[in-house]
């Protein structure tokens, strides 16, 4: 092929690339000689005109005068000789006529050295082209010749781009023909077949018949691997020409090198390829055949006969078992087989190392993945040698691949011992063949010293490496898709025992529910066992370490056992990172994240004997297209099967009625323990549920606990983090959206029926918020401890690829807040919505602020510090997951967050509620009343100092420390106990000693007080929430119509300062501050227009007119702003 594409690009009777006694290469034509373009001897390249002294200025070649060359010195600028000599023409004619003699002689040079090489790469330059040019080169077209000098020496360089080309093709195809030609050197030799000799000689014609036969091996890797790098030059060569022509194309300045790849043809490299392909495939054939002889002579591999015995009496009756004449002896037994088995596996590895994977081990033996490890993160103690990084020696593959036959034969899905319910079995059989005769191996290391691996390779561990390799082909292709058999026909017959309308307790169901449940058992049970056995495997693939050795000792009793200590698990008991490499990982991945495993494979894997009824065995089904994400169906049949188990569980605590009790206290009750009065709650010694940090129920502690096995099974799949956050959302999405939809209906029932605040609704209500803060802070610990390496990993993985988080987080309630106080009057009027709502219950209306309203309003902000937008803001504190914590749970790591929040809010506004109900006749005794008469008009013309409000607040200011009468039943609705009904405990109005009694069925009819009840029921969060969404209410309520609806004289605004500091010494038993102080923090612009009102004249028009002034600031400030932004 090479022969003929050289021929047709030289001219007529041509042979190509011979060289001449000088060394330069030339065309031998017609006799005559025309030497390589740039030889010497004939025109020379442009980079070569400038250093001839036969050239000039101009690239002109000068004649030869009488046989000597006239050279450029001897000329002077005239054209006639320096030295008088005769050699030029002294007719100027003659000189003219003479140049273009020789102009025409070196187009004519050029355009037939094109014209031959670009005619066989080209047709369009073939002898059909164009007619005679003026170069005298019929066979290239006219037009396209160059005319002046510089450009027909591009032409030149052209063809010879071309026609380096071609020679590295030439030379890769020689190359080819030379690998072929050891090939069949070799095919025509064998290894001597007689194992012992009787004549000395004999025994040393064996041996040197052994030697030629590795050494014809060797040859032909040899051959190979220098065809494979002469093909790679070529291909190198040609992408180099390709990127130029396409870079010239886009309109750069052309260049030779893109000129002559613009005219090369496409995939000349592929036969080529193929053909070393086959060569490679051939040697590696017959290596493999003549070491599987040699094996079975040597009676390798060992029996399986007393490790499938160890599985029990199901597992010993399989096929295969082998009786004492089957015994393997050992390598040492037969020594002359034995090195020939080293002999060929040492030429097989070396074909690995010289071609198939030349670049993975030129960085081992070079050290460059130790210097890649060194700048990495340390191994942990004990870590095994990178096993991800090294190449698996193909001999080693020789070696297991006759143990994963009769593995497979043994422990297929349709075979006594493949049943899918004993995994360990299997994983058993091949830990107990490793240990048994892995040592053995030994033996064979002179194959590593002899290719220089010693130092990075044992022929046990690799062995250990070739099983386990063997056995995930055995999972993946045969035991797995049989368990994603029989899962999908456990949730077929569950949907449709789900569309027949069949009840929970009919057999049907309860058959198809059972079914699933089996089938997820099974699932988990083979996860369990393999977590076990990749532990129980890592001193076998030379790890070391006391941390290694105690896990694989742990791993091994779990393996054999038939369940873990106290019912947990071995993926949840043992440490994925215990070895320090990622290899088992990266395997267990691979066994659970394999893609490409389709329905057709599943059910082709239940083998001959399915639907026949063994134990275990896929029985024939069907098996539906699992829901796969896109990390492969394995992945998703564990975790749905992970998660349906999880979720199973939960079931049957989430619709008892009894779950949502607080743990603690059904624990307390469990150990016949109770309260300090003889009734159930907290315990008196210990916090209160409102100052714990959680007051989790028995329903979110579950919950929480599921939640910790699912995330610890995830870490199994670490090493890749795409895979581990997949999992988690599959197994674990369901469960929390489960979760949610309980906690959430417990809360809107109660809320719709009006019975949030009743003795059996506020306990519900108060549990389900708790449970949600509860699982809300556990998504968040388990975020920044357990999964916090995934959260880096997948963080680091994104600023890799460039990408940035596209996961916004929920819009906080402070900014909610901030924009809802941004309105000027508090609470905005309460135009609908949850202000609405209160006010309207409360019998008032959303009318616009009066101008002494808004007047009154400036003055609080002034006295208040501006901070009303602050108070607002603060209604709900929202506890959002890290940073990326969205990217491993999605919605569920905020999805308790917005149900805490929106529970507690609502829980807020039946509190403000209950509030405005119980102030009705407050808010109309001022409607009747604008002057506020509540209490004698004494001192009406006088203020009262700071110092005289200081101690209205604190309960000591006479008569008007006393509370309104017909404000009292509001506070008590909200007050703490019966100890601070008379005087708070912290300093606080007193109150009436006989209020009125409330209306039967109303909140202020209940007989424990709110703030009380819900101090027992809420933890810390949930408490504070709902108490600064019902302040919050209550302080639009109480500073929109009261303090700026009425008319106050002095004593009337003594008075409401005392209804004002009742209102917040109710909150200091739950604040760190006590006194006036303690409900600062929730009633400020309250107690700001107390003070306000309570201010003599001239303090009061001080602030009045401060504000007035600040008013106008802001709004020339403001003003000013727009006109620059419009």
Known sequence: MLATVVSEGMPEGAEYGVEDAEGQEYYEQDGGVMHRPGSGRGPSRLAQSNTRDDVDAEGYYQPEADGEAAGYDGVDEQGTSGDGSAGWPSDPEAMLALLQQQRAQYRSWVAQCAATALAALDPDYGSEGGGESEGGSGRFPASSLPDDVPGMVAAMDVAGQARHHLLLLKAAAEAVREAGRASTAFGALALPSAEAYGDPSEAAAGEAAEAEYVSAAYAVTTAVAAAVAAVDAYKEH???????????????????????????????????????????????????????????????????????????????????????????????????????????LTALTHHQMAVKQRAAFFALLSGQQGAAREQGEEEDDGGADAGAHKPLLWAAQVLAAPIASKLKAHFHPAAPAGR??????????????????????????????????????????????????????????????????????????????????????????????????TAEALWMGVMDAAAAYDTALLPLLGATGHRVEAEAARASSLLTAEAAPRGRRAADLLDPTAGGTADMQLRFVAVAAVAGVGTGDAAGAAGPGAGKGEPGSAGGAEPAAPSGGPTGPLLSGWAAAEGGAALRALEAVAYDETSLAPAEEVARRALGASGEDGLDGPDASGPQPWQRHTWPSVLSAEAAAALDGLVARSRWLHASPEAQRDFLAAAAGPLLALLRRRLGRVVDSCVARGEALSEQGLPKVCSALCSAAHLDDHIASLLATD?????????????????????????SSSAAGARGAQGGKLGGGGGGGFWGGLLAAAGGNGSTASPGRAALRDGVSALAGGVGSVAAGSVVSTAVGPSGGAAVLGEAARGFARLHRDGCLKLAREVALGFGRCSVAYRHAIEANPQF?????????????????????????????????????????????????????????????????????????????TLDRLSRLCDKAT??????????????????????????????????????????????PYSRRGGSAAGGQHFRELQAAARLLCAPDEQAADVMRRASAAAVAAAAGGSATASCAF
């Open 933 to 1009: 008469p509540f209490t004698p008009e004494d001192g009406e013309g006088e203020g009262m100092d700071p110092g005289a409000y200081a101690a209205a607040a604190d309960g000591e200011g006479g008569p008007t420390a006393s509370i309104t009468p017909s404000f009292a039943p509001a506070l008590l609705f909200l007050q703490a106990s019966g100890a601070h009904r008379s005087r708070s405990a912290h300093g606080g109005a007193r109150l009436p000693p006989s209020p009125a009694p409330a209306a039967e069925g109303t909140p202020c009819a209940q007989g424990s007080t």
């Open 238 to 344: 040609a992408a180099a020409a390709a990127a130029a022509a396409a870079a010239a194309s886009s309109g750069a300045e052309q260049s030779s090198t893109s000129a002559a790849g613009s005219l090369l043809p496409p995939d000349l490299d592929g036969p080529l390829a193929r053909r070393l392909d086959a060569l490679g495939a051939e040697l590696c054939r017959r290596l493999r055949q003549e070491a599987s002889v040699l094996m079975g002579r040597l009676k390798w591999p060992p029996p399986l006969a007393s490790s499938v015995a160890a599985v029990g009496a199901d597992g010993a009756g399989g096929g295969g078992a082998g009786g004492e004449d089957d015994a393997f002896p050992g390598f040492e037994a037969h020594p002359v087989l034995a090195r020939r088995l080293v002999g060929v």
């Open 1023 to 1068: 408490f504070a929430d709902v108490w600064r969404g019902a302040a919050l209410s209550i302080n639009r309520f109480m500073f929109n119509f009261i303090a700026t609806e009425s008319r106050f004289t002095r004593a009337g605004a003594r008075q409401f300062a005392a209804d004002v500091a009742g209102l917040a010494a109710l909150f200091a």
């Open 787 to 811: 999964l916090a390496p995934l959260v880096d990993a997948l963080a680091a993985a994104g600023a890799a690829a460039g990408e940035e988080d596209g996961s916004a987080g929920t819009p």
């Open 420 to 517: 899918l319910d004993r995994p360990s079995w299997l994983f058993g059989t091949v830990l107990d063949c490793i240990r048994r005769h892995g040592h053995s191996l030994a033996s064979l290391d002179d194959m590593l010293a002899c290719l220089q691996l010693k130092p990075h390779y044992n022929m046990p561990a690799e062995l250990a490496r070739a099983l386990q390799e063997e056995v995930l082909a055995l999972l993946r292709e045969e035991r797995l898709p049989a368990l994603l058999a029989r899962q999908a026909q456990a949730a077929a017959a569950e949907q449709e025992a789900g569309e027949d309308g069949l009840g929970g307790e009919s057999e049907e169901a309860a058959a198809a529910s059972a079914a699933a449940a």
